[in-house]
């Protein structure tokens, strides 16, 4: 069993930046391909970023893409998001996520991939 514990949501006004932190337990970082999903109110939830569990490779959502970082420190069993330039349509519950069947460099986007979760931090940005 894994469990991720996300912190570093807030609120922030537009323009902003924040940085998620995801804190994994259970398994070995290195065994895992990472995500960060959010959930905004009264939609589904969506994806964001991902990284592999070796290599670096990583994806990102067009909508996020340029403005956020994802990034793993496996001594530390830690995935951050960092988040700049943010804007009120990223207000949302952000989740973690792990892939423990994950190739090495895969760095999946698809919600079905993940087997972990975390209970999600809350970012609200102002306008």
């Known amino acids: 069993q894994v469990q991720l514990a996300e912190s570093g949501g807030g609120l922030v006004q537009a323009g902003g930046s924040l940085r998620l932190s995801c804190a994994a337990s259970g398994r070995t970082l290195s065994r895992l391909a990472m995500g960060w999903f959010r959930q905004a109110s009264g939609k589904e939830r969506e994806f964001v970023a991902a990284?592999?569990?070796?290599?670096?490779?990583?994806n990102y959502a067009d909508s996020v893409n340029g403005r956020f970082t994802i990034s793993r420190d496996n001594a530390k069993n830690t995935v951050d998001l960092q988040m700049n330039s943010l804007k009120p349509e990223d207000t949302a519950i952000y989740y973690c996520?792990?892939?423990?069947?994950?190739?090495?460099?895969?760095?999946?986007?698809?919600?079905?991939?993940?087997?972990?979760w975390g209970q999600g931090t809350q970012v609200t940005v102002s306008s």
């Open positions: 996520a792990a892939d423990e069947n994950a190739i090495a460099f895969s760095a999946p986007t698809r919600i079905s991939a993940y087997d972990y």
């Open positions: 990284i592999s569990r070796i290599g670096g490779s990583t």
